[in-house]
T-cell receptor, first 111, second 114 residues
């Protein structure tokens, strides 16, 4: 019940295309859902986050969509750029503050 | 640089040796977290502090692991009698209790146990 399932494991997108990464959770106590971007050898960097009282949040080219009834949330990257090539992690937390991370999606944007 | 810092960035040690890592959180952040990340996986929670109090420890944190945050500022993570299975990236993060749970991560310490 503590797991966060993330898909796909890897994704290849053409420059200018849309990248979509999905996550699902089971624990209804989760109330904070951040997305992190990680480059090789670096720590995760916060991209965007959402709470379950909102169904969508946009920041620049990044959008989180949240479906509370389905217990799913997704990250959309519009106009994907080669510089977006990285590993993306979804996470969830609630109550105890610790994050439960997904297994990651390795995104490659082709020039 | 006002971000989370970790030292050292890389550590190579022989099996059986003790190692200690340091984390300096963002100034005034009262929560500090340790995570472990193995290759191709997401970070896994190890422990967290609120000020100097260690409030939660994961079952991943065996008796060989100990973490401290003596003055509520920097933290240390010590691994005694290292094993090859301890090889991983050890990540530190910090947050403010008044924020919306946002954790800011440091660059990590890459541990290799030979």
């Amino acid at each position: 019940q503590q797991q966060v399932k993330q898909s796909p494991q890897s994704l290849i997108v053409q420059k200018g295309g849309i990248s979509i990464i999905n996550c699902a959770y089971e624990n209804t106590a989760f109330d904070y859902f951040p997305w992190y971007q990680q480059f090789p050898g670096k720590g995760p960097a916060l991209l965007i986050a959402i709470r379950p009282d909102v169904s969508e949040k946009k920041e620049g080219r990044f959008t989180i969509s949240f479906n509370k009834s389905a217990k799913q949330f997704s990250l959309q990257i519009r106009d994907s750029q080669p510089g977006d090539s990285a590993t993306y992690f979804c996470a969830a937390s609630g109550g105890t503050y610790k994050y439960i991370f997904g297994t990651g999606t390795r995104l490659k944007v082709l020039a | 640089d006002t971000g989370v810092s970790q030292d050292p960035r890389h550590k190579i040690t022989k099996r059986g040796q003790n190692v200690t890592f340091r984390c300096d959180p963002i100034s005034e952040h009262n929560r500090l977290y340790w995570y472990r990340q193995t290759l191709g996986q997401g970070p896994e929670f190890l422990t967290y502090f609120q000020n100097e109090a260690q409030l939660e420890k994961s079952r991943l944190l065996s008796d060989r692991f100990s973490a401290e945050r003596p003055k509520g500022s920097f933290s240390t993570l010590e691994i005694q009698r290292t094993e090859q299975g301890d090889s991983a990236m050890y990540l530190c993060a910090s947050s403010l209790t008044t924020s919306v749970d946002t954790q800011y991560f440091g660059p990590g310490t890459r541990l290799t146990v030979l």
